[in-house]
Nanobody, 115 residues
Framework: QVQLVESGGGLVQDGGSLRLSCAASGIIFSIRAMGWYRQAPGRQRELVAAITGGGSTNYADSVKGRFTISRDNSKNTVYLQMNSLKPEDTAVYYC?????????WGQGTQVTVSS
């Protein structure tokens, strides 16, 4: 079965950095687009960044220039490097992919940015 396991969240000060990882299993990882979403309390889940199997990327306007999504197909892992973090980046971050028309989510990892 498909499994997505996130790690790397935590508490960081305003302006700090974190790197999130998402290890995938049960899919042909190298051909799958992968995405990072986030959900803050009281808000809808939103797309943060996505990367295609070919390595093309797109970002939410709010994180452009600060976050970088990348993938290592040899490790079936997608990363989200987050720099210059702001308190408004505080949220639960989720890894996502679609396989056989089914959308899969990881369990989420909490990112908290203190001011």
């Amino acid at each position: 079965q498909v499994q997505l396991v996130e790690s790397g969240g935590g508490l960081v000060q305003d302006g700090g950095s974190l790197r999130l990882s998402c290890a995938a299993s049960g899919i042909i990882f190298s051909i799958r687009a992968m995405g990072w979403y986030r959900q803050a309390p009281g808000r809808q889940r939103e797309l943060v960044a996505a990367i295609t199997g070919g390595g093309s990327t797109n970002y939410a306007d709010s994180v452009k220039g600060r976050f970088t999504i990348s993938r290592d197909n040899s490790k079936n892992t997608v990363y989200l490097q987050m720099n210059s973090l702001k308190p408004e980046d505080t949220a639960v971050y989720y890894c996502n992919t679609v396989s056989a028309e089914i959308r899969y989510w990881g369990q989420g990892t909490q990112v908290t940015v203190s001011s």
